[in-house]
């Protein structure tokens, strides 16, 4: 049973730019967060998808955006790239009403901005 | 200051006891978790202790939870050299769909 998977798993941009990150959730999993983890930070939470909508999400300007699709798989999208975003991005999976036992982390995404 | 605050560092000798302590701010937690990250690596889950309970046991994981002085601690028993990590203390609650919110991490050195 796959677990969470992130693609790709390290990335260069140049500031400015705009960069897709993709996350496919646990088998069986229908809700995915998003979460930036800065170099010696702990993960900050960024924004949660479920059917398809942005349920929730944490203190993060509009430059960062998602979206979910019908088959529960997720991206996250950063526009005008700064320096201070560099960080590796982990993408949470659950499923909506287990409680909160159930989330599962992927491997990440180490975004570097150059 | 942050909601759940840890202590950075933590060394200690091989088969020795590791003990580490996390403190939360929110008396509404639900659920207190312990992650552990390794270089390079995502999140796993350890284990996980619901708010109304004051103690889990889990192999050689020890979980207490003081909820009186949101304290939360997590003891490895004999710990190994591939026990060397980052280990997350995080808390969620029912209002906020169970999202989990970190501490800073402690980065635990296993030395012989």
């Known amino acids: 049973d796959a677990g969470v998977t992130q693609s790709p798993t390290h990335l260069i941009k140049t500031r400015g730019q705009q960069v897709t990150l993709r996350c496919s959730p646990k088998s069986g999993h229908d809700t995915v967060s998003w979460y930036q983890q800065a170099l010696g930070q702990g993960p900050q939470f960024i924004f949660q998808y479920y059917e398809e909508e942005e349920r929730q999400r944490g203190n993060f300007p509009d430059r960062f955006s998602g979206h979910q699709y019908p088959n529960y798989s997720s991206e996250l999208n950063v526009n005008a790239l700064l320096l201070g975003d560099s960080a590796l991005y982990l993408c949470?999976?659950?499923?909506?009403?287990?409680?909160?036992?159930?989330?599962?982390f992927g491997s990440g995404t180490r975004l570097t901005v150059v | 200051g942050e909601d759940v605050e840890q202590s950075l560092f933590l060394s200690v000798r091989e088969g020795d006891s590791s003990v580490i302590n996390c403190t939360y701010t929110?008396?509404?937690?639900?659920?207190l978790y312990w992650y552990k990250q390794e270089p390079g690596a995502g999140l796993q889950l350890l284990t996980y202790i619901f708010s109304n309970m004051d103690m889990k046991q889990d192999q050689r994981l020890t979980v207490l939870l003081n909820k009186k002085d949101k304290h939360l601690s997590l003891r490895i028993a004999d710990t190994q050299t591939g026990d060397s990590a980052i280990y997350f203390c995080?808390?969620?609650?029912?209002?906020?769909?169970?999202?989990?919110?970190f501490g800073r991490g402690t980065s635990l050195i296993v030395h012989p």
């Open positions: 995080a808390e969620s609650k029912t209002g906020g769909s169970y999202i989990p919110t």
């Open positions: 949470a999976s659950t499923s909506r009403g287990t409680g909160g036992g159930g989330y599962t």
């Open positions: 929110d008396s509404s937690s639900t659920y």
